[in-house]
């Protein structure tokens, strides 16, 4: 029995950022790939996935502001988001989960770690049997 895959987005500013996470990912999900905040609230408009990476650093609207939009929507408050990101810090992790976020991790990340956590948000199941 064919199980359907869940589909993540990944927004990062960094092309190399967003293929290694695709190339970490793919084999598990469906990943889509944006290079900004603004992309990825476009999308959004005709496309929902079932969770969001979302980097903090990026220019013109960083990850605060667009997990600030995404949370003031009806349409998209419920979709779970992991700030996947270079700021490390007790104090960065305390602020991305203030706004929001089901979880912080920072990069470079840890695959099996990632998966794990995706498995765990997207349903509580374990990496193994993603």
Known sequence: MDIERKTIFLV???ATNLTVGK???AEH???????????????????????ILLDVEMPE???YETIRVLKSKDETRHIPVIFLTAKIGQEHREE???????????????????LRQLAFHLGG???SNV
């Not at 999900?29 to 969770?51: A, C, M, W």
């Not at 929001?100 to 920072?106: L, Q, R």
């Open 23 to 25: 190339i970490a990912l």
């Open 12 to 14: 990062d500013d960094d």
């Open 29 to 51: 999900y469906k990943v889509l790939t944006l290079d900004s905040g603004f992309r990825l609230l476009k999308i959004l408009e005709k496309n929902i996935p079932d969770l």
């Open 96 to 114: 991305g989960l203030s706004h929001g976020a089901v979880d912080y991790i920072t990069k470079p990340f840890s695959t099996p770690h990632l």
């Open 125 to 127: 199941r374990e990496w």
């Open 61 to 63: 609207m960083n990850g």
